[in-house]
C-alpha cells in the first residue's frame, strides 16, 4: 500500500511526538498533519475533537490522508478509575467517531497491554482474549472492539511502557516517559521507590520510529488486525529503575550523589490506584516475522543510556 499522507489525531503527545517525526524524515513535513485538542507550535497541526464528528469530518475532509494513525486517548491510569466517564468519552466514544467518519480510510489505532490483566504467567499473544483488570484496560479494549468490529481496513497495535533513549527524548511536551522521570529523579539525588509487582514489555520509541511506516503497510497488506510491539525481555520497574541507577554509576555520576531506588508495590484501590498488569508482557513473535527486532528493555540500558 502507498501512504503519501497521514493524519496523526492525538500526535502532540508522546508517542505521537516520535512517529510523527520519523514519519516526516519519509514523507515530508507537509505530508505528516497533527490533529489535537490543543493548539500546537506545528505549521503542519490543525484542531480537531474526536468527541465532534462535525470536526472530524472537516479535517479528514481537508487533509485527505491515506492513513489515520489514532492516538488519542484517556491515558492517566489511576483518572481513568477515578473517572470513568471520562474514560469510556475519550476511549469508546471518541474511538468510534473516528473509525465512523474514516470511513475505508485505514486507521491505526494504538493500544495497550493493559488490556490483559497479569495474574497469569506468559506473554500474551495477539489471539488471546483480554481481560483487562481496570477502567483504562477496558475502555482501551472497547475501543479496539469498535475497530475491529467495523469494517475499516485498518487494525490495531498494542504497546507497553513506551519510553525514549535519554537524547532521543521529545522536549517541550507535558509527558514524561516512566524511564526519563526516574533518571531525571535519580540525577537530582532524589530517592525513586518502584514497583515490584508490575512487569512490563517496555516499548522503546526509538525502535518504533524507525520500523513503524514498514510494519503498518506489512500490516494493511497482509489484513493483520493486532500486532504486538514490545522488548524480546520483560522487567519490572524496579528492575529498570535498577537498571539506570547503575548505568550512570557507570557513566560516571557519583553514587553519593545519586538517589536511592526502593522497593515498592502497586497496591489498588478503589478510585486512588488502579490495578496495573502484575504480570504483564506481550508475545511479539508475529512483529518479529515481520522485521521487528528491539531486544530486552535491561539490555538496551545496559548497553546505552
Same mark, same amino acid.
Given at each position: 500500500m502507498k501512504i503519501k499522507k497521514t493524519l496523526v489525531i492525538g500526535g502532540g503527545g508522546l508517542v505521537g511526538f516520535g512517529l510523527v517525526r520519523a514519519m516526516r524524515k519519509e514523507l515530508g513535513a507537509e505530508n505528516v498533519i497533527v490533529g489535537d485538542?490543543? $493548539?500546537?507550535?506545528d505549521k503542519n497541526s490543525v484542531?480537531?475533537?474526536?468527541?465532534?464528528? %462535525?470536526?472530524?469530518?472537516?479535517?479528514?475532509?481537508? +487533509? $485527505?490522508?491515506?492513513? @489515520?494513525?489514532?492516538l %488519542? %486517548? %484517556?491515558?492517566? +491510569?489511576?483518572?481513568?478509575?477515578?473517572?470513568?466517564?471520562?474514560?469510556?468519552?475519550?476511549? @469508546?466514544?471518541?474511538?468510534g467517531n473516528v473509525i465512523q467518519t474514516a470511513g475505508q480510510i485505514p486507521v491505526i489505532y494504538f493500544s495497550t497491554d493493559f488490556v490483559f490483566s497479569g495474574t497469569e504467567d506468559?506473554?500474551?499473544?495477539?489471539?488471546?482474549?483480554?481481560?483487562?483488570? #481496570? +477502567? /483504562?484496560?477496558?475502555?482501551?479494549?472497547?475501543g479496539e472492539q469498535v *475497530? @475491529?468490529? #467495523?469494517?475499516?481496513?485498518?487494525?490495531?497495535?498494542?504497546?507497553?511502557?513506551?519510553? /525514549?533513549? =535519554?537524547?532521543?527524548?521529545?522536549?517541550?511536551?507535558?509527558?514524561?516517559?516512566?524511564? /526519563?522521570?526516574?533518571?531525571?529523579?535519580l540525577l537530582k539525588g532524589e530517592d525513586v521507590q518502584a514497583y515490584?509487582?508490575?512487569t512490563a514489555g517496555w516499548t522503546a520509541m526509538? /525502535?518504533?520510529? $524507525?520500523? =513503524? *511506516?514498514? *510494519? +503498518?503497510? $506489512?500490516? *494493511?497488506?497482509?489484513k493483520i488486525k493486532i500486532l504486538h510491539l514490545a522488548g524480546k525481555e520483560t522487567a519490572t520497574v524496579y528492575e529498570v529503575a535498577k537498571a539506570i541507577r547503575e548505568n550512570l554509576i557507570q557513566q560516571g555520576n557519583g553514587e553519593k550523589n545519586l538517589g536511592q531506588v526502593k522497593k515498592g508495590f502497586c497496591e489498588p484501590e478503589t478510585g486512588k490506584i488502579a490495578s496495573r498488569p502484575e504480570k504483564g508482557g506481550l508475545n511479539i513473535t508475529l512483529a518479529e516475522s515481520l522485521g521487528w527486532n528491539q531486544p530486552g528493555v535491561l539490555q538496551m540500558i545496559k548497553n546505552h543510556p
Open positions: 485538542r490543543i $493548539k500546537l507550535k484542531i480537531l475533537d474526536i468527541l465532534n464528528t %462535525a470536526s472530524l469530518e472537516k479535517t479528514i475532509s481537508a +487533509v $485527505k490522508p491515506d492513513l @489515520i494513525i489514532h %488519542a %486517548a %484517556a491515558t492517566n +491510569v489511576n483518572r481513568c478509575d477515578q473517572e470513568p466517564e471520562w474514560a469510556e468519552k475519550l476511549n @469508546i466514544e471518541g474511538t506468559g506473554l500474551k499473544n495477539e489471539n488471546d482474549t483480554p481481560d483487562p483488570v #481496570s +477502567v /483504562y484496560g477496558k475502555t482501551k479494549y472497547q *475497530l @475491529i468490529n #467495523s469494517t475499516n481496513p485498518g487494525g490495531v497495535i498494542r504497546i507497553s511502557f513506551p519510553w /525514549y533513549r =535519554f537524547e532521543e527524548h521529545p522536549q517541550g511536551i507535558d509527558s514524561r516517559d516512566t524511564l /526519563y522521570w526516574i533518571r531525571q529523579t515490584t509487582n508490575v526509538g /525502535y518504533l520510529e $524507525k520500523q =513503524f *511506516l514498514s *510494519l +503498518v503497510r $506489512k500490516m *494493511l497488506t497482509g
